[in-house]
């Protein structure tokens, strides 16, 4: 998983002891530490669900598409990762997600409801 997180800072030529620094604290943030030397195939839904996340905003992108980012998660991993898209998107990261979750829909400033392919509300 170490890897896994780390592969998108290498391609944005982010120093080695940096990309370390950067990785240790994205697998302590989301709580995942113990689990840095795993394979995906290891790890449950949730914990991939959690890596995935966390390796969409380790490198601060300035654009996220997420569909059900909190799908796989229990209900509290899912109300921080929504808090962490509200404060990356308090700073200036736009986030467009695909979600069912009218929980999560309403972290939105805006909300876009499709029905049967149609917009039917904004």
Excluded at 64 to 71: F, Q, Y
């Amino acid at each position: 998983m170490y890897e896994n997180l780390e592969i998108p800072l290498s391609y944005r030529d982010v120093r080695r002891s940096e990309r370390d620094s950067i990785v240790c604290d994205a697998l302590d943030r989301f709580r995942i530490v113990g689990k840095k030397d795993l394979y995906p195939s290891q790890l449950s839904g949730g914990q991939q669900q959690l890596v995935a996340v966390a390796r969409a905003v380790i490198a601060s992108p300035k654009l996220i598409l997420a569909d059900e980012p909190t799908g796989n998660l229990h209900s509290a991993q899912g109300q921080e990762i929504m808090e962490l898209f509200t404060q990356l998107n308090d700073e200036g990261t736009t986030i467009i997600q695909v979600t069912h979750s009218e929980a999560n829909a309403a972290y939105g400033r805006r909300v876009v409801e499709l029905r049967d392919g149609w917009v039917v509300k904004q």
